[in-house]
């Protein structure tokens, strides 16, 4: 068992960390560690001055020290002293808020613990073990049950919380967070991922400051603006050394992230739904249930990190057919055609790409009701037989003849006012009575708390894929939400929305996605807005970016890569200029970025020369090839493209036997230096062999000299280097 508790300590221990809390001697659950193992009861850590203005629980009397203000605590609440950013805030009955949390019961289980209705980490009864330990208010019957699930092998510990309301009246919850964190020593910097459209998860490091600073979302969606995952490192932390903290949230909606320094330069991170845009009616005998944190950390600095959350994301959260299975390589006509197709030109895209070896052809938007730009026909997900003459059966027949499996895009959470399906129910479509409500890219939003449209959606899509032979979907999702209001929810219910919104959104993929085993889902919103944990439960991949321009796909990839892996990451080689940027890079420069992901073509290949055709076969089959090196090898972060003049990156087969290095030089110059660049991950003592070349390297030298870079002429220049092991 990878728990057990010894004179009311809690030992959570997985292979490299420890996490450690003890309930005191007045039932208070307090925060004890969580870093490296110690083999140590921390609690001598503690101190306990005599803070002004630190109040004292009723039961301590007269002694000063002993002060929620002041301790490290597990679940951190408001109303009772605690004046740091609280974990969970609740109204009861009579209008008071506070909450005195006190330590009932635990118990351990084998198996890790599932959430219902909500994507939680998986795992076999062998390989995780679940830790409940119940809390109780002193004056209530409102109960907390904080949940931890220890997955010991891969480092990582999972929680989530319960709020169970025993009494009989209603309560309202204003806060539930999933995470609270505390630490009383350390100089902390976090990492968080900002962003825009078509420029997510930008790295950004920033020394943690006294009082709050956060990161979140209140779009109702985790968002291009701001990732719901951060790391909190030690100053001067690195991607091979120190100590530092990774937390994910499992969870597509609006999302908060607190970090608190606070007047003893003590350290309360929370995370979870974004409070701005929730609040919860919880009626007498019934629970609610907070989305998980998937939480791990590291003394091998930020790689590492990395690497702990690719496998879990990569074995314990992505399910179905393709989680570990290689992907096909796909063309989309968005950047082809965008709304201007009709069968001949899908055709006439699919058989260049199938000549040239690729696997699937992807139709995206505009295949549907009546859809030539983005004002009109979401929501009528039926066949535009204008555009696609004889129908969808037809053309996938055609495609699957060429020897290419078939996908289709939607965008099922949309609604068009210019659509039959507003005019046959305007009142699904998310709006306030007596508002225009605002509209995003030309659209509405549907109400997806309402099971009717759940309903709706599923006979739709589900009649497009029992129709023909669909193999991929493209579930897309198009605006940030506002208006939130439901026909279906009295007054006080209002407040509950944008989570229900989050748990409809959850019900309809999992009936999808479990009834369509064999279909592969890919996740997208305008590119990569809601590139989260939660979406990586339904569909094991998702679109990164609309930008696809090589250069700056290396950033958002790179923030990327720090939670999410490789094969989650949806990644096209496009045309230049580039559509989004006018930038023009090199083919295979496009190539070796897109290949850090999915990989797959987002142009007409009809349009290039039969020089770039035959590098277009050339790379595929360097993908073929290369692609479980890259989805299953452990991925290597060598370069700060957010600082240095290149973005360089590498991936080591489990075995150690096999080296890609990618990647691209930014900018050329006269004179041009060479750039070392240290390798990481490798066997010291084993030999490797560049290929093309008799150049042998020990891993030795590889990782502590490193390589240069070969000497590039233009700018954006590939890097591309394979090393293999050189057997005796
Ligand atoms: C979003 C997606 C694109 C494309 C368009 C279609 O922006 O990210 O890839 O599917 O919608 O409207």
Redesign the pocket.
């Known amino acids: 068992m990878a728990v057990r508790v010894e004179n009311k300590v809690f030992y959570l221990e997985t292979k490299n960390s420890l996490y450690q809390m003890k309930a005191d001697e007045h039932g208070v659950l307090r925060h004890l560690w969580y870093g490296p193992k110690t083999e140590q009861d921390m609690d001598y850590l503690l101190d306990y001055p005599d803070v002004g203005f630190a109040g004292n629980i009723y039961e301590a009397d007269t002694c000063r020290t002993y002060s929620l203000n002041t301790l490290p605590l597990e679940y951190g609440t408001a109303g009772v002293g605690d004046y740091r950013v609280p974990a969970v805030a609740i109204v009861h009955e009579n209008g008071s808020n506070a909450l005195d949390l006190r330590c009932k019961a635990y118990r351990i289980t084998e198996g890790k613990y599932s959430i219902p209705g909500l994507p939680a980490v998986y795992a076999e009864e062998q390989e995780a073990d679940t830790l409940e330990i119940v809390l109780k208010d002193t004056a209530t019957e409102i109960y907390v049950i904080l949940q931890y699930g220890i997955l010991e092998e891969y480092d990582i510990i999972t929680r989530s919380v319960i709020i169970e309301n025993r009494g009989e009246q209603a309560v309202t919850l204003q806060r539930v967070h999933s995470l609270c964190l505390d630490f009383p020593y350390g100089d902390w910097e976090w990492i968080h991922f900002h962003g825009r459209h078509a420029m997510e998860r930008q790295f950004e490091r920033l020394e943690v400051f006294h009082g709050i600073q956060e990161s979140g979302s209140v779009r109702g969606m985790s968002s291009h603006q701001q990732n719901p995952a951060i790391l909190l490192c030690e100053k001067g932390c690195t991607e091979t050394s120190g100590f530092c903290i990774g937390a994910a949230l499992m969870y597509s909606g609006g999302f908060q992230a607190q970090i608190e320094k606070d007047q003893l330069n003590q350290t309360r991170v929370v995370m979870g739904i974004h409070p701005d845009t929730f609040s919860w009616k919880l009626e007498g005998k019934d629970c609610f249930y907070a989305p998980e944190v998937i939480l791990s950390c590291s003394n091998e600095g930020m790689g590492a990190l990395s690497r702990q959350f690719h496998r879990i994301i990569r074995e314990h959260v992505c399910r179905g057919k393709y989680k570990l299975e290689e992907r096909p390589v796909l063309i989309?006509n968005?950047e082809a055609a965008y709304f201007d197709f009709d069968d001949k030109k899908l055709l006439n895209i699919a058989k260049e790409a199938a000549r040239l070896g690729v696997d699937m052809m992807v139709m995206?938007?505009g295949w549907f009701g009546k859809r030539d730009d983005?004002c009109s026909g979401l929501g009528d997900w039926y066949v535009n037989e204008k555009k696609l003459k004889g129908g969808l059966v037809k053309l996938v027949e055609q495609v699957n003849d060429l020897g290419m499996k078939f996908g289709i895009?939607f965008?099922p959470e949309m609604i068009s006012e210019d659509s039959d399906l507003y005019r046959a129910h305007p009142d699904w479509a998310i709006q306030i009575p007596g508002r225009k409500p605002m509209r995003g890219r030309s659209r509405l939003l549907l109400d997806m708390t309402r099971k009717e449209v759940r309903d709706y959606l599923y006979q739709a899509i589900s009649a497009v894929l029992d129709s023909a032979n669909v193999e991929y979907v493209?579930w897309?999702m198009?605006r940030s939400i506002s208006d939130w209001y439901s026909a279906e929810l009295t007054p006080d219910r209002q407040g509950e929305m944008p989570h229900r919104y989050v748990l409809g959104l959850y019900e309809l993929l999992e009936r999808l996605t479990r009834d369509y085993p064999n279909v592969l889902f890919e996740g997208?919103?305008?590119?990569g807005g809601r590139f989260d944990a939660g979406m990586l439960y339904y569909c094991p991949q998702i679109?990164c970016s609309?930008n696809t321009d090589a250069y700056e796909r290396t950033r958002i990839q790179y923030g990327t890569s720090f939670f999410y892996p490789v094969s989650a990451v949806g990644s096209h080689v496009s045309a230049v200029p580039n559509h989004q940027t006018g930038r023009v890079t090199p083919f295979g420069t496009r190539a070796v970025t897109a290949m850090a992901g999915s990989f797959g073509y987002e142009l007409d290949l009809n349009t290039l020369s039969e020089e770039e055709k035959k590098e277009v076969t050339a790379q595929i089959k360097r993908f073929k090839k290369y692609g479980p090196l890259i989805h299953n090898g452990a991925y290597y972060r060598l370069s700060n493209p957010m600082e240095d003049k290149f973005a360089v990156w590498e991936f080591v087969s489990p075995d150690q036997s096999q080296v890609l290095v990618h990647g691209m030089i930014f900018w050329t110059e006269a004179n041009m230096l060479r750039y070392p660049v240290r390798l990481q991950g490798l066997a010291a003592g084993k030999r490797y062999r560049l290929e093309d070349t008799e150049q042998e390297y020990t891993g030795a030298a590889l990782m502590e000299a490193g390589i240069l870079l070969p000497r590039s002429r233009g700018d954006y220049a590939p890097v591309e280097l394979v090393f293999t092991e050189v057997s005796n």
Do not use: A, L
């Open positions: 989309n968005r995206d938007d983005d895009w965008e493209k897309d198009n997208g919103s305008g590119g679109w609309d």
